[in-house]
């Protein structure tokens, strides 16, 4: 298995830009996590689905953020607009059943 | 939501020895996890420990938990240079299904 794939792996872009973060799960994993690392606040989950339903965003921090995942194989983490304090890198990760989540590379944000 | 703190922050070793890394909680845990992150990379699980278990191994790897102490450590024997990175627990209390909340980590640096 080609484990998490997330792309792109780096994106700069201008304050006000929309963003697009991709995700794909490993085959047959019915959760999904996106987190958010920084160096001051360390790794914030965003939010997370089971079978591609949202079960809690409560970590999202504002509305400019969006998460969608319209299957099984697929997720979007959108930013719109985008500001330069959302400059971060930002994980996927999947699991089945058992407790072990499976992360991907991550995409590395740069909001200048 | 609960965290995980590490204690400490940053530890740095010569080749060979033992490295100890400890972890605290706040609440009731379903179980308790241990991840590794090589700079630049996603984060890798390494070992779960379940809140009826008091010790698990794995290769080199040795976990403890009390939960009377609400506390794990995480014990490298005889490292290696290769073990150099950032080491975080991730704590699943009893009241959520799959959600994780991480600590800070530990920087661990293994000089050769």
């Known amino acids: 298995d080609a484990g998490v794939i997330q792309s792109p792996r780096h994106e700069v872009t201008e304050m006000g830009q929309e963003v697009t973060l991709r995700c794909k799960p490993i085959s047959g994993h019915d959760y999904l996590f996106w987190y958010r690392q920084t160096m001051m606040r360390g790794l914030e989950l965003l939010i997370y689905?089971?079978?591609?339903?949202?079960?809690?965003d409560s970590g999202m921090p504002e509305d400019r953020f969006s998460a969608k995942m319209p299957n099984a194989s697929f997720s979007t983490l959108k930013i719109q607009p985008s500001e330069p304090r959302d400059s971060a890198v930002y994980f996927c990760a999947s699991s089945f059943l058992e407790e072990t989540q499976y992360f991907g590379p991550g995409t590395r944000l740069l909001v200048l | 939501s609960q965290q995980g703190e590490e204690d400490p922050q940053a530890l740095s070793i010569q080749e060979g020895e033992n490295a100890t890394m400890n972890c605290s909680y706040k609440?009731?845990?379903?179980?308790l996890q241990w991840y590794r992150q090589n700079s630049g990379r996603g984060l890798v699980h390494l070992i779960l420990?379940?809140?009826?278990?008091r010790e698990k191994h794995s290769g080199r790897l040795r976990v403890t938990l009390d939960t009377s102490k609400k506390s794990s450590s995480l014990l490298i024997t005889a490292s290696r240079a290769a073990d150099t990175a950032s080491y975080f627990c991730?704590?699943?209390?009893?009241?959520?299904?799959?959600?994780?909340?991480f600590g800070s980590g530990t920087q661990l640096t293994v000089l050769p």
């Open positions: 689905f089971n079978n591609n339903v949202p079960i809690d």
């Open positions: 420990i379940r809140s009826n278990e």
């Open positions: 991730a704590i699943q209390d009893s009241g959520s299904a799959r959600q994780l909340t």
């Open positions: 609440t009731s845990i379903n179980n």
